[in-house]
């Protein structure tokens, strides 16, 4: 697979009002979230544009303190269009996912694919500051090949830019503690993008083992989960017991998926 871009850490939008421009750009061209639920071959096509330069301004050469990580998955930290680049990357991986999917089946149940595919949507939802009315969720066919590399690379980039939406979220909590509405808003959102973090690891561990191979590693710690670890404080001040009560139990969840991972010790 080729490489991947995403945002260096550092450069993931604060603001909503940050992707509004690259989000009503991705729509005017069919290029939003519901490129999702399109054909193969505007889903192909429409992978084709958003890796181009020509769509999204980006900029090599940011270097991270996740190198391994990085290297391991083929990711490749840059600059330039923050809003282009977070939104691209997510669905670019997304893609990925789905065609993976598509080639060689999952076990991932349907209940847990809609969830997977929630969060996009629901990302949307809040730059744009949409209704929600639903989406399309086609379940994947059984597949014929055997593409076990691709499964784990595919699901660990998704992981990745999942937990980039994550923090984008809970910052727009930490921001907005005097603006109830915005806050309920934004942890809804960091919910529901953890919650498909865990689906697109258990997506990327969907491998049948085969002679020689090894079971894939999960993702221990980023500086996602650092940032989470140093804000939960605050997001738990700020946000209705009810809505931090769904939003601990996401991270509790993802917590299951791999063990390494302090995030629950405080307050959780």
Not at 38 to 55: C, E, N, T
Not at 179 to 206: K, M, N, Q, S, Y
Request: hydrophobic letters at 45%.
């Amino acid at each position: 697979m080729e490489p991947f871009r995403l945002l260096h850490p550092d450069l993931v939008p604060q603001r909503r009002e940050s992707l509004q421009h690259a989000a009503s750009m991705l729509v005017q061209m069919g290029l939003d979230d519901t490129v999702l639920s399109a054909s193969p071959v505007h889903q192909r096509l429409a992978r084709v544009v958003l890796a181009s330069s020509d769509v999204i301004e980006w900029k090599p050469g940011y270097s991270t303190g996740d190198a391994s990580h990085d290297d391991r998955f083929g990711v490749v930290r840059v600059g330039g269009d923050r809003g282009g680049v977070f939104l691209s990357s997510i669905l670019i991986a997304y893609l990925d996912v789905l065609e993976n999917a598509a080639r060689m089946g999952t076990s991932i149940s349907e209940d847990s694919w809609r969830t997977l595919l929630w969060a996009p949507t629901a990302l949307f939802d809040h730059v744009l500051r949409r209704p929600q009315v639903g989406m399309t969720v086609v379940t994947p066919g059984p597949g014929s090949e055997y593409l076990p590399q691709e499964r784990t690379q595919s699901g660990q980039r998704l992981y990745l830019a999942l937990m980039q939406a994550v923090r984008f979220a809970v910052t727009g909590v930490v921001r907005a503690q005097d603006d109830g509405p915005l806050v309920e808003d934004c942890v809804t959102l960091a919910t529901a993008c953890l919650r498909a973090a865990t689906v697109a690891l258990a997506f990327a561990g969907d491998v049948r083992p085969e002679m020689g191979m090894a079971a894939p590693l999960p993702i221990m710690e980023t500086s996602e989960h650092r940032y989470l670890w140093q804000t939960i404080s605050e997001v738990r001040a700020a946000v209705p017991r009810a809505r931090f009560e769904q939003f601990a139990s996401a991270l509790r969840r993802l917590n299951d998926v791999y063990t390494a991972s302090p995030l629950l010790v405080s307050g959780c």
